[in-house]
């Protein structure tokens, strides 16, 4: 028995919506034919595509492959449609991105909405989550990633430098003594942000001959800049975070910034999409849209 197309493809739906009945509700059909389906899908390929239970579908090792090849042929079917029937052009359809936790809460939550009002034809799904999806197996047409981006299936678009600072609470200071500069932070208790691959206790700096690190110490790592944030505001410490996230904390002077004229980190945010795939209309209007959104929010704090 060979595999049909079709079964194919109501897999790849099955998988991005999440369950039998959203598919049986999307396509007017009963919940036992799209079960049907996906176990003569099983018999033809003589293997499981997925485990069931009565909370959620996951995916067998042999489904995660036959979803991502699958996946890939669907997105070329849409393309080569859309080519003739020029949907492309259309400003309309649905839009699934992921986004870390602190742009979302900054940025780019009252920018989505923006753009949902002026394109009311589009749907935003947005998944806020600090870890790297894995786009392509999980169904992502974008993700915004900060930092240095090392997968090649992906393509990226630069859409801002994200400016970093020192920070301290006064009280701290007060306490500890204000260091005057970068090797002097050996001597305090630095609260480090853990991302993806970096070493979280390696800080940048400059000085006359260029960029250098500084090894710093302390008894507070994160993976969450809103919990990096909410440690140093409680006054345990220095840390170094983007210059957005605490804007008004130096504005009201719950926070101090510290080596002004040595601190060198710079980190850019990205617009990523898969590499197989060519941004629609409604894609390339959203990843402008957000750019703006993060120029000008960088541009009215720059002064800081």
């Known amino acids: 028995m060979q595999a049909k197309a079709d079964d194919i493809f109501l897999f790849v739906q099955v998988v991005d919506a999440g369950s039998f009945s ?77 986004v870390p936790s602190v742009s979302a809460r900054l940025t780019l939550t009252t920018a989505i909405a923006e753009f949902c009002r002026l394109y009311k034809e589009v749907t935003i799904e947005m998944i806020i989550d600090d870890r790297f999806a894995n786009l392509i197996e999980e169904g992502y047409d974008l993700a915004i990633r900060t930092g240095y981006l090392e997968d090649s299936s992906l393509l990226a678009r630069r859409l801002v430098d994200s400016h970093w600072v020192i920070v301290a609470t006064p009280q701290y200071l007060k306490q500890q003594g204000i ?70 904390d130096l504005q009201n002077g719950e926070l101090t910034q510290l080596l002004s004229d040595q601190t060198a980190k710079r980190v850019g945010i990205y617009a990523v999409y898969p590499k197989m795939r060519s941004p629609d209309t409604k894609l390339k209007l959203l990843i402008e849209h957000l750019r703006k959104a993060y120029l000008s929010k960088e541009n009215k704090f720059s002064a800081v």
């Open 22 to 98: 959203k598919v049986a509700q999307l396509l007017e059909i009963t919940n036992s034919v799209v079960s049907k389906r996906i176990a003569r899908l099983e018999k033809a390929l003589n293997m499981q595509l997925l485990y069931r239970s009565t909370r959620k579908l996951s995916l067998t090792d042999g489904g995660k492959t036959l979803y991502a090849k699958a996946k890939v042929a669907q997105d070329a079917l849409q393309e080569a449609h859309d080519a003739v029937c020029g949907y492309s052009d259309s400003i309309s359809g649905k839009i699934k991105i992921t």
């Open 179 to 248: 260091p005057e500069s970068s090797n002097e932070l050996k001597f305090h208790n630095c609260l480090t942000y853990k991302y993806n691959e970096a070493q979280p206790n390696h800080w940048r700096f400059l000085s006359a001959e260029g960029e250098y690190t500084e090894v710093v110490q302390g008894n507070f790592v994160a993976n969450d800049l809103n919990a990096l944030h909410q440690a140093v505001i409680a006054g345990l410490g220095i840390a170094y975070l983007p210059r957005v996230l605490v804007y008004d």
